[in-house]
Structure formats: C-alpha cells, structure tokens
C-alpha cells in the first residue's frame, strides 16, 4: 500500500499492516489505540518540520521491526535537531 503524505511517499508493507491489525483486534487493555495514535503524531510531526526545512526524504517504507527512510536529503545540524526535538515536543503539546 502507497500512501503520499506532505509530499512523501510512503509504503507501507502488507506484513506491516498485518501485525498492526493483529495488535488492535487482540489488546485488551484499550492501550494500543492511544498508543498508535501517539506515535504517528510523534512521527507525522517530525515528516512535517522535515518538509518545512526541505530535507524530506524521497520514501519511507514501513516494515515489521523497522522504518526505512530511502533517498534522504542532507539537513543542516540546527535544523536537524529541531526535526529530532519536535516529535517528543508534539506529544508534549498533545496530552
């Protein structure tokens, strides 16, 4: 599945989803959803400053243990620790 956020692409792997579902349909603390939902802020925060200081990556595939991001672009030092301190700062601001 190819999904296309703030100009990236991104695929997401069948066994990526797979095990996703699994997680949902098989939690019974009710802790996953909020979990999920906290990490796709976290990461979607981090694509979004990466997009603003135009250092977006070309692809990121979502694979089960990991995230590759393919065709990254060389950031500046500075900004790119404002991309890593944005992500925890988001959940911060959210909850």
Do not use: Q, W
């Not at 672009?73 to 925890?88: D, F």
Request: hydrophobic residues 55%; aromatic residues 12%; positive net charge.
């Amino acid at each position: 599945m190819n999904i296309r956020v703030f100009g990236v692409n991104i695929k997401v792997s069948f066994l990526f989803a797979a095990i996703l579902c699994l997680m949902i349909f098989t939690d019974r603390t009710g802790l996953i959803l909020p979990s999920l939902v906290a990490v796709f802020i976290h990461e979607l925060t981090h694509l979004l400053f990466m997009k603003k200081f135009s250092c977006a990556p070309k692809e990121i595939a979502l694979i089960p243990g990991s995230i590759m991001i393919v065709n990254s672009v060389y950031c500046e030092k500075k900004k790119e620790n404002i991309i890593l301190i944005a992500g925890p700062f988001s959940n911060i601001i959210f909850f």
